[in-house]
């Protein structure tokens, strides 16, 4: 697979100004994605997952501010958002709100079309209609003129990914498209989502607060705790051998499909900083086990191991 | 559709039944009665003319009577427009206030919605502050303070405009009288739609929109703007009351030949029929609207079923 | 239990806590605040600061404009009555009304929404179609109706604006009452024993007082407004008395010859209603409540 870079982000910081001083949601991020790759986020509920979509695809709100570079396939900076839509799509957690409740499906479908390719209306509801056939809905044309209301969750969020690839774009980015779907449900998205990037060799950023869901797409995982990047490594490595302890505990606390099933389930206490918490130290010291003195002190910085690897922890696992 | 429009103006009957029965009784208790005045009436010339307008009948027999003569359509004679009857009195009226009326819930509306996108819009900025600041003002100020002011400042100091009168050929007559009862209801329904529009912007499906890449018109005229009018329709009906309200008093100072003043004028001349008149025509009026309403709110939401 | 409900009561505190700060962040409010406070000061002890009573004729001060140099500082009416003492005692008999009618609607509004609420079901559904068919009617004309037939008494003016307010009060209270009938601190009271009565005074009446003074404070001068309007139209408050309505009714008359009679009382009540109005959306956005 060639290594051309499709997403590229640097040093990305998202704030917000509130009454208490300024929150930040995400802190010093860079990642990057390749064409045709997979990538994983993982990270608990807050730690700046669905922010750093946001804000890579310029969609934060009026009252929030960004630092730092996105640049998408090549073209920098505000360029994402003359693509947005377009090369570049995104799917969102809650399909239960994310459709427009007044419009039928054929109609939110159709604009997009309309808008980017300007084409006529009929073409891009036949558009729609096959894309719809594509992602699995068993009859499109019915399905064209429902209402968001009358469809089931799973559907709507079918209908959620083939709005989002009618431009056939090169990159997807999914923040928990499965999180509110029935288990079943779940797993057909998935196989979807698989099956499109070996397809059509689209690049897709999965973000999810489940390791398990994560695990079964993505070729690199980056996790991120408290706003910020603190492991990266590719799938298979990090399962194996974690070295941020962040890490360890995440794969400790998910359910292993092939293993016994344990006695008791692992759990990791406490709750991450508040965001607008300021400390020296990591971010992670008041949960961590292998914390020492200079944790507290210093926050890590970041180490790139030459196999793609790096984590940010003084007092990393053995590989 | 038809049915359930059908079901609901039979419902809305008894509703009216039971208003017109109240009121009807109501005004009944009043103090005095129609032939009172200043110089009072030798006895027997009012019980001359209470009998010949079946004053001195039992009161049921005369609310008989009554229910009788308006489900054939007659509102029965004024007591005190001598030579008129009420029916005369309301089609002669009301075409005025009812002109009056629906110009300024028309701008209300037009007016209210673009200035609480535009404000909704722009969040924050000078815009948004003068819209929420004069809105206020607009509500505040009473109508009888606002008509009179008008006047005085382009009718009297500046000759642009009548202050009184009526000429139903010239346009300029209604131009204060529709301002005055425009500006609150078109300030109410601006902060109506101020709120709900930067509610909805903030909804998940405006974010799909944008995520979708579509231009900002799109986004704001296709996806937001519809869910966003669902409380203003839902304010229609309190509008129209309250233009109701203001007519009461913009036609009395205005001067203008509609039905406003006559229902205050009813009430304390004790012209029963007048008061039961204008108070049928008002709440039928008001009870449609709530139908109208709910329509509307199931046209703008298709979530919402008509369900009678 | 007790845990469970001290931390809501404490949760509620500092939400006031907060509230209150927001407020005193907010310019418009200190402003509204200012203006309100001021003018009630003056309309309770105004009328003490100058000689005139308010029905005394000054017969060698017909019509006079307004002036620091005479008694009449507000000017006086064709009668030779003085304004500033008239108005003033105008302010006062608005602003009772206004809070008088605004604690009745408040008082029925929130026992009548509060059992609704908390009672739900059938009942529910009974009370609110009441609340629907009432709150379709033209009230307003019963109001004009009602102060016919039982002449022009104060307390029942009072009573009668009030009577109409209730409904939308009624509606916020219920939708409160239903959310928090949900709520874990009350579940957990009712499971602690105690009677439907005692937790709807004790535990959902005190969470619903944030959207209720919200809705108060802007009821409070739609009331004042509504009571200005019927003395306008002449079945309000009577002469000699006078409120604001009737001031600026008689204002309106002399338009064109003493245009002060107009201005100032006019100038008077939209001050009052434009602050109770800032004053109520501050409120609201410190509270963070809804449009009703």
């Known amino acids: 697979m060639s290594r051309e870079p499709i997403l590229e982000v640097e040093r990305l910081r998202v704030a917000y100004a509130g009454r208490g001083g300024q929150v930040e949601a995400v802190r010093d991020v860079s990642l990057r994605v390749d064409a045709g790759e997979c990538v994983g986020i993982v990270g608990e509920s807050g730690s700046g997952k669905t922010q750093l979509c946001l804000a890579v695809l310029g969609l934060l709100p009026p009252n929030a501010r960004r630092d730092g570079v996105v640049r998408f396939a090549g073209a920098p900076g505000d360029a994402v958002r003359a693509v947005r839509g377009e090369r570049i799509a995104m799917v969102f957690q809650d399909p239960q709100t994310a459709l427009t409740p007044h419009l039928r499906i054929g109609t939110q479908m159709a604009e997009v079309l309309v808008h980017h390719r300007r084409v006529s209306g009929p073409a891009a509801r036949e558009a729609a209609r096959a894309m719809l056939a594509h992602v699995g809905i068993s009859d499109p044309d019915r399905c064209l003129r429902r209402y968001p209301h009358e469809l089931s969750g799973g559907m709507r969020q079918r209908v959620l990914i083939a709005t989002s690839l009618l431009c056939e774009p090169q990159l997807l980015i999914a923040d928990e498209p499965t999180t509110a779907l029935d288990v079943t449900v779940q797993a057909q998205v998935l196989e979807l989502l698989a099956r499109l990037r070996r397809e059509r060799r689209m690049a897709i950023l999965l973000v999810s607060h489940d390791l398990a869901v994560v695990a079964g797409l993505a070729a690199r995982i980056v996790v991120m705790y408290a706003g910020r990047v603190v492991e990266e490594a590719p799938a298979d490595a990090l399962f194996r051998g974690p070295r941020h302890p962040y890490t360890a505990a995440l794969i400790a606390c998910a359910p292993n499909p092939d293993g016994p099933i344990p006695a008791r389930m692992a759990t990791l206490p406490g709750q991450p900083p508040g965001a607008t918490e300021r400390f020296p130290g990591c971010p992670f010291v008041s949960r961590c086990d292998r914390a020492v003195e200079r944790c507290r002190r210093e926050d890590p910085a970041m180490v790139a191991l030459d196999d793609g690897r790096r984590f940010a922890c003084h007092a990393p696992l053995s590989a | ?308 | ?292």
């Open chain 3, 1 to 292: 239990m007790n845990a469970l409900a001290d931390e809501a009561a404490a949760r509620a505190g500092g939400l006031w806590r907060d509230a209150l700060q927001r407020l005193r962040g907010s310019r418009a409010a200190i402003g509204a605040a200012s203006a309100l406070l001021l003018l009630i000061a003056l309309a309770i002890l105004g009328p003490y600061l100058n000689p005139n009573r308010y029905d005394a004729i000054d017969w060698s001060c017909l019509a006079m404009p307004p002036g620091l140099l005479h008694a009449h500082w507000w000017g006086t009416d064709p009668l030779g009555r003085d304004l500033f003492v008239r108005t003033l005692l105008g302010t006062r008999i608005s602003l009772a009304v206004g809070l008088l009618a605004t604690l009745v609607s408040l008082v029925v509004g929130i026992v009548y929404g509060a059992v609704a609420g908390y009672a739900g079901g059938s009942v529910d559904h009974l009370m609110m179609r009441v609340i629907e068919i009432l709150s379709g009617l033209p009230l307003i004309f019963f109001v004009i109706l009602l102060t016919v037939v039982f002449g022009r008494s104060e307390y029942l003016l009072f009573a009668a604006i009030g009577a109409i307010g209730w409904l939308t009060m009624a509606r916020i209270v219920r939708g409160q009452a239903m959310a928090i009938r949900e709520r874990e601190f009350v579940e957990a009271a009712a499971a602690a024993g105690a009677g439907p009565v005692r937790i709807l005074f004790r535990h959902v009446v005190p969470n619903v007082i944030g959207p209720v003074v919200v809705y108060a404070a802007l009821t409070v001068p739609q009331i004042i407004l509504f009571e200005s309007f019927l003395s306008f139209l002449g079945l309000g408050i009577q002469e000699p008395q006078a409120s604001l309505g009737t001031l600026i009714a008689s204002g309106a008359t002399e338009m064109e010859s003493a245009p002060w009679m107009l201005l100032i009382p006019s100038a008077v009540l939209a001050i009052l209603l434009i602050s109770f109005h800032v004053l109520g959306d501050a409120l609201r956005d410190a509270l963070d409540v809804g449009e009703p």
């Open chain 2, 1 to 308: 559709m038809i049915r359930y429009l059908f079901v609901r103006v039979l419902g809305a009957l008894p509703t009216l039944l039971a208003i017109v029965t109240i009121s009807f009784f109501l005004i009944r208790f009043a103090p005095g009665g129609p032939f009172d005045q200043a110089r009072a009436l030798p006895a027997d010339v009012v019980a001359n003319l209470n009998a010949a307008y079946g004053l001195d009948r039992p009161l049921w027999a005369q609310y008989a009577t009554y229910l009788d003569d308006l489900a054939h359509g007659d509102f029965g004679p004024s007591f005190r427009y001598k030579d008129f009857s009420v029916t005369e009195l309301i089609r002669e009226g009301f075409p005025v206030s009812a002109t009056l009326g629906a110009i300024a819930i028309a701008l209300a509306l037009a007016g209210g919605v673009g200035v609480g996108v535009v404000a909704a819009l722009y969040r924050g900025r000078w815009i948004d502050h003068a819209t929420v600041g004069l809105s206020v003002v607009a509500i505040a100020v009473p109508s009888f303070v606002l008509l009179p002011a008008l006047g005085l400042l382009f009718g009297i100091e500046l000759h642009w405009l009548p202050v009184a009168g009526w000429d139903p050929t010239s346009i300029r007559d209604y131009v204060l009288p529709v301002v005055t009862l425009c500006l609150p209801p078109l300030a109410y329904i601006a902060r109506l739609t101020r709120a709900s529009m930067i509610e909805v912007m903030r909804s998940a499906y405006v974010r799909t929109a944008f995520a979708k890449g579509l231009p900002m018109r799109t986004i704001v005229l296709r996806h937001a703007l519809r869910p966003a009018l669902i409380p203003v329709a839902s304010y229609l009906a309190p509008a129209v009351a309250m233009t109701m309200t203001g007519s009461l008093v913009v036609e009395t100072i205005a001067g203008l030949p509609g039905i406003g003043r006559y229902l205050v004028q009813g009430a304390l001349n004790r012209d029963y029929t007048l008061v039961l008149g204008m108070v049928i025509v008002y709440s039928t009026l008001l009870i449609s609207m709530g139908l109208v309403v709910d329509v509307l709110i199931a046209v703008l939401d298709p979530r919402v079923r008509l369900q009678a």
